[in-house]
């Protein structure tokens, strides 16, 4: 089994920075790759961001320069700078892996006041 635990959502001003993390344990393989989503209200969930783990990434285009996805093994974190009101929402990490193996956190919830 595999948890993926998120921390470091809150509320911020538009302009502002925070900082996402999850970290994931359990039964983990070495190949596999940890995302973020994004989950406006109302709306569907969106990729943000992913990187797999030989270090490549993939930015949606709403986020690029102002998101970086970076990973210590199985923790990763979203670096959110400039922060919009439409980046409002709740953020879910992602860990996908072999045989179609996929795994949810329980969701973070950030909210960007303009």
């Known amino acids: 089994q595999v948890q993926l635990v998120e921390s470091g959502g809150g509320l911020v001003q538009a302009g502002g920075s925070l900082r996402l993390s999850c970290a994931a344990s359990?039964?983990?393989?070495?190949?596999?790759?940890l995302a973020w989503f994004h989950q406006a209200p109302g709306k569907q969930r969106e990729l943000v961001a992913r990187?797999?783990?030989?270090?490549s990434t993939f930015y949606a285009d709403s986020v690029k320069g102002r998101f970086t996805i970076s990973r210590d093994r199985n923790t990763v974190h979203l670096q959110m700078n400039s922060l919009k009101a439409e980046d409002t929402g709740v953020y879910y990490c992602?860990?996908?892996?072999?045989?179609?193996?996929?795994?949810w956190g329980q969701g973070i919830q950030v909210t960007v006041s303009s």
């Open positions: 359990g039964s983990i393989l070495s190949i596999n790759t």
């Open positions: 992602n860990l996908r892996q072999a045989a179609g193996r996929e795994y």
């Open positions: 990187i797999t783990s030989g270090g």
